[in-house]
């Protein structure tokens, strides 16, 4: 089968690459030339792990190609996916569909024969109703069905989260339609992955309402790890005792710094605008987002307050950027707030991160960057882990104790164990666990 992937960012480059994978044909299309240009030289833009080789091999097997001729594309192709973005709007909130609605515009003039519309970019309530709405006004004789199919890929395990999904939601009510999307996922029909037919409307919901509850279920958590350091008790223990109940599952009790990324952020805010111009708020939603907002700066307090109460003139030194590990990405990371809140208090701030210090280095002016983890902790008055990366879980305990100025680690991922660096002689803070 034929697909035309409009936009070639995070979730069109893996989406198109899995398709291509599963043996169609699959063209992504962006506006951006340069971007395009590094794709079809095989550089891939972003940090996923497996991206680059999947790409590679499909390219090679002439089943993925990339190019800025929309027209062309959706001309010959059975499916078009709109994976365009949907950032935050200034001002509102809401997310803006510019370029979903350009995209549905463009995808209109150039529709030949019966063609599935498929929105993958997350979009509110709606947005399919008016994506049909646009390309009816432009092509009056088309014969076309817009699908909601969005997608539930996490950063770093996206091809493993799109070749074996927990479900795939599909809204549309049309017959033709979706047997075209029968077909674009056959191998996980095949595999029997849980399918979820239902409504465009609901599909488009049904997006939001997950990265909701994900974003509740990491700040509920977070407020019970608050409560322990207070009662002396342990909320890993806690995580666990809970996420074994069935009901509640134990995945997403993370205790941590806040949660960041492209994602939760946005779509939270864009559900709290939605539910308010209908009338009906999301006031669970609401407090989610404004906790979580908090957290983030009162890292920075947790961070102070290990130093002694005072950061003035001292070095912090931060591993780990990212607003998770494996992957690049700093939008919306904890370590934004964190880095701001210490340079604030005075402090003079250095990091370190595997993948993310080229766009830290945009984002984060004033801040030295190490070329490793031992030479961001020299001579510093306290290391803090930020994100998880792998390669933090391992430290030589020994070499830093010798490198920092006073042996304070402050461990904001729960990624050592309490009693084992107390034993090699550090302060040791981290989030939810008693000393
Ligand atoms: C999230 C969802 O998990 C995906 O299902 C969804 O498709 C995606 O958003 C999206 O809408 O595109 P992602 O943002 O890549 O994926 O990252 P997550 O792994 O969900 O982590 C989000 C944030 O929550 C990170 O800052 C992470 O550190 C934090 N987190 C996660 C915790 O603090 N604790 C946890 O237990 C889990």
Redesign the pocket.
Known sequence: MRIAMIGAGY?GLVSGACFADFGHEVCCIDTDQGKIDALVKGQIPIFEPGLEDLVADNVRGGRLTFGTDLQEAVRSASAVFIAVGTPSRRGDGHADLSYVYQAARDIAGAMHGYTVVVTKS?VPVGTGDEVERIIRETRPDADYAVVSNP??????AAIS?FKRPDRIVIGTEDGRAQAVMAELYRPLYLNQAPLVVTSRRTAELT?YA??AF?ATK?TF?NEMADLCEKVGADVQDVARGIGLDKRIGP??????P???????PK?TLALIKTAQDHASPVRLVETVASVNDQRKRAMSRKIIAACGGSVRGKTVALLGLT??PN?DDLRD??SLAIVTALQDAGARVRAYDPEGMEAARDLLPDVEFAPDPYACAHDASALVIVTEWDVFRALDLGRLKHLLLEPVIVDLRNVYDPRELERTGFRYVSVGRPL
């Open positions: 979730v997350t997608e539930f890929l996490r950063e770093g989260d997006k997950a990265n994900l990491i958590i995945k997403f009790l993370h205790a941590g806040g949660y960041g990324g492209s994602c939760f779509d607003f998770k992957t990371a904890p």
